[in-house]
Structure formats: C-alpha cells, structure tokens
C-alpha cells in the first residue's frame, strides 16, 4: 500500500516538472499561465504577455469594459487623470506572468498576474500591482482573486462582478454613484464592498464579506461563512443561508429570508411596504427587529421551536396557527418553524394597538 502511494507521488512530481521543462523548451500559448492559474481566459488580441523578474510598467488605450486577475499578488486599481490605462509591477519576489489582451473591437481589457509555477515558497505576496484607470464611468468591472489582495478605490462601473477564490477584496465606488449592478461570488477570504446598485447578489460558499450600500433588489445565498451589511434600503430581498451567519441593517419592503441552519439578523427601518414577507426557519435561529408603527399581522406555523413577538406593544409567543396582529394590522406576515427560533423584537421603543386572534 505504501509502495503504491509512493510511487503515484513520484509520478506526479515528474508529470509536473517535465511539463515545467517542456513548457519552457517548447513555449506555451498565450493564456495558458492565466487559465492554469485560475483567471479568466485571455480576450482575442494579445496586447502583453510577458514573464516579469524585477518590475515594469506599460499603458494601453482606455477601455469602456475592465477584467482583473489576479494570484497572490498585492494589486490597487484607482482612479487617474488622462485617457490611458497604466499598469506597474513591482517588489516581484518571484518570476510571475504579466498578460494584458483586448477584445476584437477594443470595448473590452483584461489585465491578469500571476505566478509562473506551482513550485517555490515566498512569504506574502509574490508582487505589487498598481492599475490606473482614467476617472470615468466604466460599463462593466470583473475582478478575479485567486488568492493576494485586491483595492479597488473610488472606481464606478454600471455592472460590478467580484469572484474571491481566497484572498481579500477592498472595493469602493464614489458615494454619489449608484451601480445598475453589483455581484460578490465567494469561495473563501474576505471582502469589504462600499457602494449603492440597484441590485445586489450576494453569494457565499465560506468566508465573511461586509457590506456597505443601498440595494433596492437584493440577493443574499450564503452556504456557510458570514455576512454584514448596512444600509440595504431595500423595495424586495430574498435570503437564504445554509449555516453560517449574517446581519442586516436599513430593510424596507417585502421577501423572503430562509435558514436552514445557523443565526441570522435583519433590522427593518421602514415595514409600510412588509406585506407578503415570509420568514423559514428549519434550524437555527432569526431575529427580526420591526419599526414601533409597524402594521401588520403575523401568521405562526410551528412544527417544532418558537415563535416569540416581543415588539410593538405585545408580548407573545406564537403557537401553531396563531395570529399576532400589530398596530393596525393589515400587511401578511409569515412566520414558519420547523425546528429553531423566530423572534420579533422592537428596533425602537414604542406603544402600538394590539389584538391577539385564533385563526
């Protein structure tokens, strides 16, 4: 058995240095350091493709669509004067591969850096990457990590999609801007997003991710991890974790939040528009703080747990197919248990008319 585990490490080590000798006798396409090494494929024409040993710097014409990569490196992305985008790599502690390509009708560039080679050690990261981008409003922004870090500072796009593999994320729009869309896709790390869109996706596999920014639509998976953020001033949301954690802050308007396990926390600024919300758990436990006017009536379904409403004026707790009616009542909320805990709680001290009924 052990005769056979080594042998198989043996044949792997040899299967990745001869393609390491072969690839440098032979040559390699262009975009075969970046699609190894986790980025994005390489656009038609090739602008840069080049192994950096010490630093460089490069300019290209602007470009209305951004695509950044990047593994283990430090990069900053900021906003500069002029019609050219710049690019410049330094601190290299390591050969790492530097491709810029456009598309066939120079709409779109993408930059990526990364590591020419699985082999080798090197503490932090493998470089410093700074790209300028001519201050403007951009169509689309993609930005890939592998691992390192990324800053992204004051930079608008109508679309934004940030796919974090690992590593950690900064990203900053101007605040007088308000984005069509903004995506977050994590696998791992971290990441801090400031910036208002119409619709926020938010999607994450593990890690933790704050937010800062209004979101009128907003999409929120999260498999297990964390999340916070602020000021959502939402019209619809739709929430749904496996396990894990999360925190929002400034709801309005209707949706769904679903937890199959874990906590989660959702502070409603404004319940006018709650009507047709409906809140799931099946394990775990929700908390959902309600404005003191609040009018609405709570529907409790409980399988196994509870349901307590601690808030505008009543203190109740809700048994299978009881109906809570706070203040003036009207706007349909659902409550569903299956096993866990929904509670209901006062964002802010108040006195509300309270009814009690038996459906």
């Given amino acids: 058995m052990a005769k056979g585990i080594i042998s198989s490490l043996i044949a792997a080590i040899v299967f990745f240095v001869a393609g390491g000798i072969s690839a440098r006798i032979l040559g390699t396409k262009e975009g075969a350091y970046s699609s190894m090494f986790g980025s994005f494929d390489e656009l038609a024409c090739s602008l840069l493709n080049t192994t950096v040993t010490d630093s460089g710097s490069w300019e290209?014409?602007?470009?209305?669509?951004?695509?950044?990569?990047?593994?283990?490196?430090?990069?900053?992305?900021?906003?500069?004067?002029?019609?050219?985008?710049?690019?410049?790599?330094?601190?290299v502690?390591?050969?790492?591969?530097?491709?810029?390509?456009?598309?066939?009708?120079?709409?779109?560039?993408?930059?990526s850096i990364c590591k020419t080679s699985?082999?080798?050690?090197?503490?932090?990261?493998?470089?410093?990457?700074?790209?300028?981008?001519?201050?403007?409003?951009?169509?689309?922004?993609?930005?890939?990590?592998?691992?390192?870090?990324?800053?992204?500072?004051?930079?608008?796009?109508?679309?934004?999609?940030?796919?974090?593999?690992?590593?950690?994320?900064?990203?900053?729009?101007?605040?007088?801007?308000?984005?069509?869309?903004?995506?977050?896709?994590?696998?791992?790390?971290?990441?801090?997003?400031?910036?208002?869109?119409?619709?926020?996706?938010?999607?994450?596999?593990?890690?933790?991710?704050n937010v800062n920014g209004s979101a009128n639509d907003l999409n929120i998976d999260i498999g297990s991890g964390s999340l916070t953020m602020d000021t959502a001033k939402t019209e619809k949301f739709n929430m749904g974790m496996s396990s894990g954690k999360f925190e929002i802050?400034?709801?309005?308007?209707?949706g769904e939040i679903d937890v199959a396990s874990g906590k989660g926390t959702a502070h409603f600024t404004n319940a006018a528009e709650i009507d047709g919300s409906e809140f799931d758990i099946s394990s775990g436990s929700l908390t959902v703080y309600l404005p003191a006017d609040t009018n609405a009536e709570i529907n409790g379904d409980v399988s196994s747990g509870s349901i307590v409403v601690d808030c505008c004026g009543v203190d109740e707790k809700i048994r299978d197919d009881d109906r809570v009616i706070l203040g003036n009542g009207g706007a349909k909320i659902s409550a569903d248990v299956s096993s866990g805990k929904i509670s209901f709680l006062d964002n802010q001290t108040a006195v509300a008319q309270v009814t009690i009924t038996k459906q």
Avoid: W
């Fill in 93 to 111: 502690k390591r050969r790492i591969h530097v491709t810029v390509s456009e598309s066939e009708n120079s709409e779109e560039i993408a930059i």
């Fill in 118 to 209: 699985f082999f080798g050690f090197s503490f932090g990261p493998d470089c410093a990457a700074v790209i300028g981008l001519p201050k403007t409003i951009y169509d689309s922004l993609e930005a890939g990590i592998g691992s390192g870090t990324m800053t992204i500072k004051d930079i608008s796009a109508k679309k934004n999609e940030f796919d974090v593999s690992s590593g950690k994320l900064e990203f900053t729009q101007k605040a007088d801007f308000t984005a069509e869309r903004i995506d977050l896709d994590m696998g791992s790390g971290s990441a801090n997003i400031s910036g208002n869109a119409n619709t926020y996706i938010i999607e994450i596999s593990s890690g933790s991710a």
């Fill in 249 to 254: 802050n400034g709801l309005s308007g209707s």
């Fill in 60 to 91: 290209f014409d602007g470009h209305k669509v951004i695509k950044l990569g990047s593994s283990n490196a430090d990069m900053r992305v900021e906003p500069i004067d002029g019609d050219k985008i710049t690019l410049s790599v330094s601190e």
